[in-house]
């Protein structure tokens, strides 16, 4: 799993942009991390990983495992050990002070605004499956002429297409800044705050063409 | 009227953009939908984890002079231990005189 931001934070240790990261590292629609035929992370080399200054959430918590129910309320969970990792993991300690040693205290918060977000859309979806709220099929994606086939340029993999535009950071925030004539921030959390922002405001734009629920 | 139904709409893009955005976090950051949410995915594993709360670290007792305080203490780690691994946890709190119990204060579940 990686999301958004931290395909931004891996793409910048390896000196590369996210569309290009996506292309080259991300499967299932950019969604998750590329794998070798053996099952081993892509990044994973003798001398170990090799985004680790960058490393995504989950691998910050192995052997922890997270998760959050409904409420927003979070609990942690010990997965079995892998016999083939190297690392060393004591059972002394509290899972706060392993989380502080991991450097996951700004990756969970990120991973909560996300999660806020994602609540958000759930919502609307709810509220346009109810409402039946969608426009002609044809208002602004017009069909293409009878006979008339659409060759793409280069062949996407439908396997390596993101699923959805704003998990392509640079291109998003490249957009934005475009429209509302600001810099793209160079600095990493810089960029994710204003991807958040860019994201906040779409959600704010469809909430409010919607309605109230 | 026909304005205000205009606003109302979003448009096919939107939707595909938006149910495409939804399912990608969904398997990105292992976001369930609704009452799904964490039983999932701790049912299938229930037997192999080991369910830990993350809440608090360290517990002290505190005790005033109206708003003043007056000492604290932490909890002693044998009792600190027990209290964060075991969910059912409690804390009961005694007040007693010459070994004879003068008020309970009852019960407090430690990890809800």
């Known amino acids: 799993m990686a999301g958004p931001h931290e395909i931004l934070g891996m793409s910048r240790v390896l000196g590369i942009g996210t569309t290009k990261f996506l292309a080259l590292y991300a499967d299932n629609q950019g969604t ?29 918590l192995y052997p922890l495992g997270r998760t959050t129910d409904e409420r927003g309320e979070e609990r942690f969970a010990v997965f079995p050990a892998q016999p083939e990792c190297e690392a060393v993991v004591g059972r002394d300690g509290t899972v706060g002070s392993f989380l502080e040693s991991q450097g996951v205290v700004p990756y969970l918060g990120w991973s909560r605004r996300y999660g806020e977000l994602y609540r958000r859309m759930i ?23 009878a006979g008339v086939t659409e060759t793409p340029a280069v062949e996407p993999s439908a396997d390596r297409s993101p699923l959805s535009s704003w998990q392509d950071v640079d291109a998003s925030l490249a957009e934005y800044c475009s429209v509302h004539g600001s810099a793209v921030p160079a600095e990493i959390d ?3 705050a204003l991807h958040l922002r860019a994201m906040e405001e779409w959600l704010d734009d469809l909430e409010s063409r919607l309605g109230p629920a | 009227m026909g304005k205000q139904e205009d606003r109302k709409t979003v448009t096919r893009r939107d939707v595909l953009k938006l149910a495409g955005t939804a399912a990608a976090f969904c398997t990105s950051f292992g976001f369930l939908h609704g009452s799904q ?6 049912g299938k594993h229930i037997g192999e984890w080991k369910q830990l709360q993350a809440r608090w670290q360290q517990a002290e007792i505190k005790w005033y002079s109206g708003d003043v305080l007056l000492n604290s203490s932490e909890f002693p ?15 009961e709190i005694k007040w007693f005189r010459s070994g004879k119990l003068q008020q309970n204060l009852g019960k407090i579940a430690a990890n809800r």
Do not use: N, W, Y
């Open chain 1, 32 to 60: 998750t991390l590329r794998s070798e035929a053996d099952g081993r992370c892509v990044f994973l080399t003798p001398s170990g990983c090799r985004v680790h200054p960058r490393r995504p959430l989950v691998c910050r």
């Open chain 1, 123 to 145: 919502g609307l979806l709810e509220q346009l499956d109810i409402q039946g709220k969608i426009d002609a099929p044809a208002a602004d994606a017009p069909a293409p002429e």
């Open chain 1, 190 to 192: 810089g960029a994710i």
């Open chain 2, 37 to 42: 949410t964490g039983g999932v995915v701790q």
């Open chain 2, 77 to 91: 780690s044998k009792v600190l231990k027990h209290l964060q691994s075991d969910e059912m946890a409690t804390v």
